[in-house]
């Protein structure tokens, strides 16, 4: 019997058969959301005086209810009452755990994120300083109002300088033009 490519334990995941059936990726959030909603509920102040109501009713119960309708004996320390605490504690534990592993995971997630973003900004943060420093540099060339002006007045000063004198005084030296 030999066996096809596409069933070699060396091949990527994508391209050879499970071992397991596929399951719903659906199904598996939905027990995932599960898990954290009761992590969150046991984790607050009313399951907590839900819990401390619910073993008070029954110790009370089981102490001075009618003797023929007592489910749990006193005498034996209310075995049943601790066997149900104790196997909701052990579900409890679990469910913490998967729910806090889901959340890690989402936080390993939000971090990747947010490292991605930091690097982006300061790549930005990097770009706009050169582009900056780049119009500095260049406004440094660029000419000024001022500078402008003053070019213009020894312009002005020097035109002066070079005409005759009786355009400067404007008398009638011009002959009638």
Known sequence: MRRTDNSRLDA?????????????????????????????????????????????????????????????????????????????????????????NRQDDRDRVQIEQDRQRAERNLADTEYLAREVVALRLAMKDMVSKEFIRQELRSLLEELEKDRPEHEQTGTAGDGGR
């Open 12 to 100: 990527p995941k994508g391209l050879r058969p499970s071992v397991l059936p596929a399951r719903n990726r659906e199904s598996r959030d939905r027990f995932g959301r599960a898990t954290e909603w009761v992590a969150r509920a046991m984790g607050t102040p009313w399951f907590l005086l839900i819990l401390t109501f619910f073993c008070l009713v029954w110790i009370g119960y089981n102490t001075w209810g009618p003797e023929n309708f007592r489910f749990d004996s006193a005498a034996l320390g209310f075995t049943a009452l601790t066997l149900i605490l104790s196997l909701q504690a052990s579900y409890a534990a679990p469910l913490i755990l998967l729910a806090q």
